[in-house]
T-cell receptor, first 112, second 113 residues
Framework: GEQVEQRPPHLSVREGDSAVITCTYT??????FFWYKQEPGASLQLLMK?????EINEGQGFTVLLNKKDKRLSLNLTAAHPGDSAAYFC???????????FGDGTQLVVKP | AQTIHQWPVAEIKAVGSPLSLGCTIK??????LYWYWQATGGTLQQLFY??????VESVVQLNLSASRPKDDQFILSTEKLLLSHSGFYLC????????????FGPGTRLLVL
């Protein structure tokens, strides 16, 4: 079945720096991709959903890149600020929303 | 707009005691519903999903069971808690289409002593 590997598990950056989190997946039939943000003590909040047809996806303060050839999904937070400090999870769906496969998460700390 | 509510917010329970966690969705007819468990340290594990009333599929059981007694309700339970059941339990919903996103509830924090 699908396997999703997320790196790094922990990431610390200074305010204003960029932060990059990457996930690799194994199933070439993966079709939908998600990034979720989890603030301390809170639930998961959807940041972005990405379709396999779109390689570059712009959000507010971040960019999601999808490289289907390398089976890699990345979240790039540009000019991170302390409010971005949270756990981030990627998730991959293999053409069925009943099972989505999560990465193990990245704990991001943005220091002022 | 859809809202998802979980109860209780938090529980402290003794090993061997029973447990029942609830999840209710409002504003969405016939949703797909899901239970996840998040261990301390953060990894997420999908436990169950349900696409219709009375029908529940197990992904990983962890000595837990789930039921869907109503269209808008999903229950997670066990007769005997283990220490390993401690963690954060998240309910999620989605539509039925393959591309539909899963949206998460606020979660229930469980500590088993």
């Amino acid at each position: 079945g699908e396997q999703v590997e997320q790196r790094p598990p922990h990431l610390s950056v200074r305010e204003g720096d960029s932060a990059v989190i990457t996930c690799t997946y194994t199933d070439p039939n993966s079709y939908y991709f998600f990034w979720y943000k989890q603030e301390p003590g809170a639930s998961l909040q959807l940041l972005m959903k990405v379709f396999s047809s779109t390689e570059i996806n712009e959000g507010q303060g971040f960019t999601v890149l999808l490289n289907k050839k390398d089976k890699r999904l990345s979240l790039n937070l540009t000019a991170a600020h302390p409010g971005d400090s949270a756990a981030y999870f990627c998730a991959v769906s293999v053409n069925s929303n009943n099972r989505i496969f999560f990465g193990d998460g990245t704990q991001l700390v943005v220091k002022p | 707009a859809q809202t998802i509510h979980q109860w209780p917010v938090a529980e402290i329970k003794a090993v061997g005691s029973p447990l029942s966690l609830g999840c209710t969705i409002k504003g969405k007819s016939s949703p797909n519903l899901y239970w996840y468990w998040q261990a301390t340290g953060g990894t997420l594990q999908q436990l169950f999903y349900s696409i219709t009333v009375g029908q529940v599929e197990s992904v990983v059981q962890l000595n837990l069971s789930a039921s869907r007694p109503k269209d808008d309700q999903f229950i997670l339970s066990t007769e005997k808690l283990l220490l390993s059941h401690s963690g954060f339990y998240l309910c999620a919903w989605s539509g039925h289409l393959n591309q539909d996103t899963q949206y998460f509830g606020p979660g229930t924090r469980l500590l088993v002593l």
